[in-house]
């Protein structure tokens, strides 16, 4: 299985700061790599598939980059709603795996 | 609007089966390019992928649940199914459904459950 390995585990921030979550795969799965959001008692909400394009109704500042085996999560401006557990998921073979989560909290 | 929601007992027996089952409605559950999936999350962990069907009958499950895990698809009733034999409390989680949207090799989860959370304990 390909091992996705998300840092930090954890992070505080304030509103208004910009935040970049980073994630590796432990070998190379081109760019078929989604970025989740989910809140505390809901499900998983998909923010970007292929690296690095939006999913239909995510805010803009919202970005994703990266191939191969580094991927990048940033918010250009964090805001409220924002706070939550950012999770990757490699999709390049079976079984799909996802990272352990990233949880963004108020600073 | 696509709506998934899963449905099945909350407490479940060590050595029995878990059944849960996922209606999806606003949608047919027969397009081609969309696959549902089953992901399962233990209480304070990661998510983990279980197993995925196309309404053609395809399954495809982890290898590492593979032995126990059985998924189908019933296209008159716009439903989904999963049954994970032989349970344990390792498979106390929050359980969801999901669509996933395939395009270029591709795969979205775009749509997803509420979640059923599955305990088992005696």
């Known amino acids: 299985d390909i091992q996705m390995t998300q840092s930090p585990s954890s992070l505080s921030a304030s509103v208004g700061d910009r935040v970049t979550i980073t994630c590796r795969a432990s070998?190379?799965?081109?760019?078929?790599l989604n970025w989740y959001q989910q809140k505390p008692g809901k499900a998983p909400e998909l923010l970007i598939f292929a690296a690095s394009s939006l999913h239909r109704g995510v805010p803009s500042r919202f970005s994703g980059s990266g191939s191969g085996t580094d991927f990048t999560l940033t918010i250009s401006s964090l805001q409220p709603e924002d706070f939550a557990t950012y999770s990757c998921q490699h999709t390049y073979s079976t079984p799909p795996t996802f990272g352990q989560g990233t949880k963004v909290e108020i600073k | 609007q696509l709506q998934l929601q899963e449905s099945g007992p909350g407490l479940v027996k060590p050595s029995e089966t878990l059944s849960l089952t996922c209606t999806v409605s606003g949608a047919s559950i027969s397009i081609d390019n969309n696959y549902w999936g089953w992901i399962r999350q233990p209480p304070g962990k990661g998510l983990e992928w279980i197993a995925s069907i196309y309404y053609s009958g395809s399954t495809y499950y982890n290898p590492s649940l593979e032995s126990r895990v059985t998924i189908s698809v019933d296209t008159s009733k716009n439903q989904f199914s999963l049954k994970l034999s032989s349970v344990t409390a390792a498979d106390t989680a929050m359980y969801y459904c999901?669509?996933?949207?395939?395009?270029?090799?591709?795969?979205?989860?775009?749509?997803w459950g509420q979640g059923t959370l599955v305990t088992v304990s005696s």
């Open positions: 070998q190379s799965i081109s760019n078929f």
């Open positions: 999901a669509r996933i949207v395939t395009d270029g090799g591709y795969s979205d989860y775009d749509y």
